[in-house]
C-alpha cells in the first residue's frame, strides 16, 4: 500500500512539473531568432574597381567550409579550439551558397564583369575563369575580433589549370561586441579576399 501511495505521489509531482513547464512555454514569450546573411561590397559601401573586363565570365565554386560550419547557427570562438553555436542568431541561409554570391557580387563589381556562374552551373556557361574557395576558417569572438581563413585557386574554365591561387588568413576587429558587429566584420573579411583575388584576375589579362 505504502509503494502505491509513492507511485501515486510521484505521478502527481511529475504532472505538476510538466503542467508548469507547458504554462510557462505557452504563457511566456518566447526569445526571437535572428537571421542573417553576408554583405556585399557593395552593401559594405567598400567596393574597389580593380579593372573592367566586360567579356570576361566569371565561374564561382565550389566554395567549401568546414564541417563545423555547415549548420545554421552562426559560431563564435571562445577560448583556442572551443566553439558556439548560437540558437537565436543564425544564417539565413545555407553558408557555402551565401559565401559564393557574396564573392560573385563582390568580384563582379571589382572586374566590371557582368557574366558570373555559380557552380554546378549549366553546360551553356562556359566560365573565362574559374575560382574556386577552401574555407578554413570564419568565426570570431564578440569581445575581439572575427577572422576568415581560405585556400583560393583561379582555374582555366575547365578547372583543370592553375592560374593563380594564395593561401590567406584576414583579421577584423569586431565594432562592438553584437552578432550585427560579427557578420558585418566577417563581411568586410570576405570583401578583402575578394579583392585579393581580383587583383590576382586582373593580372592574368
Request: charged residues 15%; glycine residues 10%.
Amino acid at each position: 500500500m505504502m509503494k502505491y501511495v509513492i507511485f501515486q505521489s510521484s505521478r502527481w509531482v511529475i504532472v505538476l512539473a510538466v503542467t508548469i513547464l507547458l504554462a510557462g512555454c505557452l504563457g511566456g514569450g518566447s526569445a526571437n531568432v535572428f537571421y542573417y546573411s553576408l554583405l556585399t561590397s557593395q552593401q559594405l559601401k567598400v567596393e574597389q574597381a580593380v579593372a573592367s573586363l566586360p567579356d570576361v565570365e566569371l565561374g564561382i565554386g565550389p566554395v567549401t567550409v568546414p564541417d563545423s560550419l555547415k549548420r545554421s547557427q552562426i559560431a563564435t570562438r571562445q577560448h583556442g579550439n572551443q566553439y558556439t553555436f548560437d540558437e537565436f542568431n543564425r544564417w539565413a541561409g545555407t553558408l557555402e551558397k551565401d559565401l559564393s554570391y557574396v564573392l560573385g557580387e563582390n568580384l563582379g563589381q571589382a572586374l566590371g564583369v557582368n557574366k558570373i556562374g555559380f557552380f554546378p552551373w549549366l553546360s551553356y556557361f562556359q566560365p573565362t575563369y574559374r575560382v574556386m574557395v577552401d574555407v578554413t576558417r570564419l568565426d570570431g569572438a564578440l569581445n575581439g575580433e572575427a577572422v576568415l581563413g581560405a585556400q583560393w585557386v583561379v582555374a582555366d574554365s575547365n578547372g583543370k589549370k592553375v592560374l593563380a591561387g594564395g593561401k590567406s588568413e584576414y583579421r577584423q576587429p569586431l565594432a562592438e561586441g553584437t552578432y550585427t558587429a560579427l557578420i558585418t566584420a566577417e563581411s568586410q573579411l570576405v570583401a578583402q579576399l575578394s579583392h585579393e583575388i581580383a587583383v590576382a584576375i586582373a593580372a592574368l589579362k
